[in-house]
């Protein structure tokens, strides 16, 4: 069995939300509409802009942004049974991560490089200035 939250209202805070209490949290103060097209844009962006991106364009908090597309996204597997489309999406989504691996480790190889060159310099100009 569930227990009822508390909803924190400013008189006692003792009252549950299932109570309809008007300091609790009830429906959301977002519209669907607004909800969906905020989701629709952090779909388009492809992955290339965070849910904090997203958000801050549309006005509302990156956590808020990812429960909306968490929620899109159980709505939409209920609808569709998308079991063949998700393991789809899964494999591209693991190959995209492991190339994205691969970049960053090539990435991070150069900057040590370029780090122990600095220290290097860093060093003999160090050196030069006694």
């Given amino acids: 069995m569930r227990r009822p939250r508390l909803c924190g209202h400013a008189d006692n805070g003792s009252c549950t939300s299932e109570e309809g209490c008007p300091g609790g949290r009830g429906k959301s103060p977002y519209p669907a509409e607004f909800r969906n097209d905020a989701v629709a844009l952090y779909r388009a962006a492809g992955g290339k802009r965070t849910y904090a991106a997203v958000a801050a364009h549309a006005g509302v908090t990156g956590e808020t942004l990812r429960s909306w597309v968490r929620q ?49 310099a860093a060093a003999y100009f160090a050196k030069e200035m006694k």
């Fill in 72 to 120: 899109a996204d159980e709505h939409a597997g209920r609808d569709h049974g998308r079991e063949d489309q998700s393991a789809q999406s899964r494999d591209e989504e693991l190959t995209r991560l492991r190339a994205e691996n691969g970049r960053l480790r090539k990435a991070e190889k150069e900057w040590e490089l370029e780090r122990k060159i600095l220290r290097r």
